[in-house]
Structures are given as structure tokens and as C-alpha cells.
């Protein structure tokens, strides 16, 4: 389990606006910034597409890369997180991609180019399960499937990076995970991820660079979250450290606009333990006080 998990409760410990901290860092999971070797290398398996949703996948061996048209589609996650992206032969359809990593269930899935959502469909234990589809123009339509929650409606328009729903274990699958496929005038074509051709066949490690950039680095879509530390005030910081400089403070309950975030000292607080810090416009706050509603990052990586 990763330690930024939100969902673990810690009672004991908090440290909050007095700035009082955990002596020492604590070095990042091996699967977070290795997915693909954490996980090993065993097959994903998943169901394909619902009775008369099948698609003929683009002659294997060709590249989608350099298309005039093609959305400049990037990796379905927030920036700056490391993603592990199986293909396979047996997959259906076989251009598609597998996203996972550990503890992954309730992680943000973001649009992996702007467009407008066209289907958000349920299939029950079967399939796909739920499933969101976004028509991006010029023929092209990229898919998410096995999600645990669905937070876009049809008709509703879309940016780049924009959350879209989380990462989920429905329909038929062997696990959490993200069942991820682009395709053409109903033909299902090879993701392209900032440029570059996703790897067929076999598991490697992505990493996204969704919608970075902008201001203080991030840049993109801002997430809004709420402070929980039990009554006290917490402490707003000039960087992402409990020894850096207080700038200001907000209230427990607070409403918080996150534009992007960073790692840094490892601090335990309501959410558990977390190295991540929130940017929130005059400064940082750890990420163990502050809800979103998704376990691990849900913004840009600050730079």
C-alpha cells in the first residue's frame, strides 16, 4: 500500500500548524516510480467490448505517430505520475492499453485530450463495466474502462487533463485498473502518448506530462480539496518542508484550489502518511491534511 493512501486513518500522530515534525524523509515506494518491475511481469486480463461495441484494431506493426490530425492525446493521469501500460496480443481490442500500480483503485483518471463526453455507460459485472467515451473530433474517440466512478455526463465538453472519473475494478476484470483505447472512424489505433507511439507489445513505465506546466509549474486543470486537521489551523509553507518559512495559514474545513503539487518532507496527519505538498496559491500544505476525494496525486507536478 502506498503510503500517501488517504483511506488510512492515523489517530496518534498529527502534525499540524505548530510545524512540528517527523525527523527525516522517507524515501518514495519502489512502485511508484517502478511500477512495471513492482508488478512483475503477468498479464492483466480483462473483458473487451460490449455485444456491438468491437472494434477492428489497425494493421498491426503500424505506428500512429506523425498523423496531421491526431489530437495531441497524452497519458490518461495527472501530471507527473508514473504509470505502468501493459499490451498484449490476447487483448481485446489489441491496440488497447493497460494502465496500473499499486493501491490504485479511487485514482484520478483524466481526458487524455480535449474533447465531449459521448458515452458514459454502465455494464454491469460484464465488460467494460463503467465506461466513459470522448469524441475528440476528426474521427477519433478514446475510451476508459473498469472505472469506479463516472464524473462527466454526455454532451458535456472536456479540457485536457480534465478529471474525469477514478480508476476502478468493474465489468470483467481481474483487477484494478485502467482498460485505455483510442480509436479512428471506428477502428481502434495504437495510443499515442506526447508524441510517441505507445510500446507493443509488452509493460513499461509511462510517465504523464498531462497537462504540465503554467504557473509555479503546474499549469492545467486545478483540483479543489478540502483541510481536515481536527480544529487547528494549518500552516502554510513557503516550500514543501516543515522547516521551510510559514506565509500564512487556513482554517480546519477550509476550502483549497490546488494548481499543482510536489513531494517533500513526509509528514502523518488525518489522511495518513504523505510526502506530497499542495500548492495552493501562496504556498504549500501536506497533502495528509487535505481531501480531494482521490488517493495519491490528483494535479500537476510543481517544478
Given at each position: 500500500?502506498?503510503?500517501?493512501?488517504?483511506?488510512?486513518?492515523?489517530?496518534?500522530?498529527?502534525?499540524?500548524?505548530?510545524?512540528?515534525?517527523?525527523?527525516?524523509?522517507?524515501?518514495?515506494?519502489?512502485?511508484?516510480?517502478?511500477?512495471?518491475?513492482?508488478?512483475?511481469g503477468d498479464e492483466w486480463l480483462?473483458?473487451?467490448?460490449?455485444?456491438?461495441?468491437?472494434?477492428?484494431?489497425?494493421?498491426?506493426?503500424?505506428?500512429?505517430?506523425?498523423?496531421?490530425?491526431?489530437?495531441?492525446?497524452?497519458?490518461?493521469?495527472?501530471?507527473?505520475?508514473?504509470?505502468?501500460?501493459?499490451?498484449?496480443?490476447?487483448?481485446?481490442?489489441?491496440?488497447?492499453?493497460?494502465?496500473?500500480?499499486?493501491?490504485?483503485?479511487?485514482?484520478?483518471?483524466?481526458?487524455?485530450?480535449?474533447?465531449?463526453?459521448?458515452?458514459?455507460?454502465?455494464?454491469?459485472?460484464?465488460?467494460y463495466g463503467r465506461w466513459i467515451?470522448?469524441?475528440?473530433?476528426?474521427?477519433?474517440?478514446?475510451?476508459?474502462?473498469?472505472?469506479?466512478?463516472?464524473?462527466?455526463?454526455?454532451?458535456?465538453?472536456?479540457?485536457?487533463?480534465?478529471?474525469?472519473?477514478?480508476?476502478?475494478?468493474?465489468?470483467?476484470?481481474?483487477?484494478?485498473?485502467?482498460?485505455?483505447?483510442?480509436?479512428?472512424?471506428?477502428?481502434?489505433?495504437?495510443?499515442?502518448?506526447?508524441?510517441?507511439?505507445?510500446?507493443?507489445?509488452?509493460?513499461?513505465?509511462?510517465?504523464?506530462?498531462?497537462?504540465?506546466?503554467?504557473?509555479?509549474?503546474?499549469?492545467?486543470?486545478?483540483?479543489?480539496?478540502?483541510?481536515?486537521?481536527?480544529?487547528?489551523?494549518?500552516?502554510?509553507?513557503?516550500?514543501?518542508?516543515?522547516?521551510?518559512?510559514?506565509?500564512?495559514?487556513?482554517?480546519?474545513?477550509?476550502?483549497?484550489?490546488?494548481?499543482?503539487?510536489?513531494?517533500?518532507?513526509?509528514?502523518?496527519?488525518?489522511?495518513?502518511?504523505?510526502?506530497?505538498?499542495?500548492?495552493?496559491?501562496?504556498?504549500?500544505?501536506?497533502?495528509?491534511?487535505?481531501?480531494?476525494?482521490?488517493?495519491?496525486?490528483?494535479?500537476?507536478?510543481?517544478?
Amino acid at each position: 500500500m502506498r503510503t500517501t493512501s488517504k483511506w488510512a486513518l492515523v489517530s496518534n500522530v498529527f502534525v499540524l500548524a505548530s510545524g512540528l515534525a517527523l525527523s527525516g524523509c522517507v524515501a518514495e515506494p519502489v512502485d511508484e516510480l517502478d511500477p512495471a518491475s513492482a508488478l512483475g511481469g503477468d498479464e492483466w486480463l480483462d473483458d473487451g467490448p460490449p455485444p456491438g461495441e468491437e472494434a477492428v484494431d489497425e494493421e498491426v506493426g503500424s505506428t500512429s505517430e506523425g498523423v496531421s490530425d491526431m489530437p495531441a492525446f497524452q497519458l490518461p493521469f495527472p501530471c507527473g505520475q508514473v504509470w505502468a501500460g501493459q499490451t498484449r496480443t490476447n487483448h481485446s481490442p489489441q491496440n488497447s492499453v493497460d494502465f496500473n500500480r499499486s493501491d490504485d483503485i479511487g485514482d484520478a483518471v483524466v481526458a487524455s485530450a480535449a474533447g465531449k463526453i459521448s458515452r458514459v455507460a454502465n455494464e454491469g459485472n460484464t465488460s467494460y463495466g463503467r465506461w466513459i467515451e470522448i469524441d475528440h473530433g476528426n474521427g477519433y474517440r478514446s475510451r476508459y474502462a473498469h472505472l469506479n466512478s463516472q464524473l462527466v455526463s454526455v454532451g458535456q465538453s472536456v479540457s485536457k487533463g480534465q478529471k474525469i472519473g477514478t480508476v476502478g475494478n468493474t465489468g470483467g476484470s481481474t483487477g484494478p485498473h485502467l482498460h485505455y483505447e483510442v480509436r479512428r472512424n471506428g477502428v481502434a489505433i495504437r495510443p499515442v502518448f506526447n508524441g510517441a507511439t505507445a510500446l507493443f507489445f509488452g509493460t513499461k513505465n509511462y510517465t504523464s506530462k498531462n497537462s504540465c506546466g503554467g504557473s509555479d509549474g503546474g499549469g492545467g486543470t486545478s483540483v479543489t480539496g478540502t483541510v481536515n486537521t481536527n480544529g487547528v489551523a494549518l500552516t502554510v509553507r513557503a516550500d514543501a518542508s516543515t522547516s521551510s518559512a510559514a506565509v500564512g495559514s487556513v482554517a480546519d474545513g477550509a476550502k483549497v484550489t490546488i494548481t499543482c503539487q510536489k513531494k517533500g518532507t513526509s509528514v502523518t496527519g488525518t489522511y495518513g502518511t504523505s510526502t506530497l505538498w499542495d500548492f495552493i496559491g501562496n504556498g504549500y500544505v501536506s497533502d495528509a491534511y487535505v481531501s480531494t476525494g482521490s488517493d495519491g496525486q490528483v494535479a500537476p507536478t510543481c517544478k
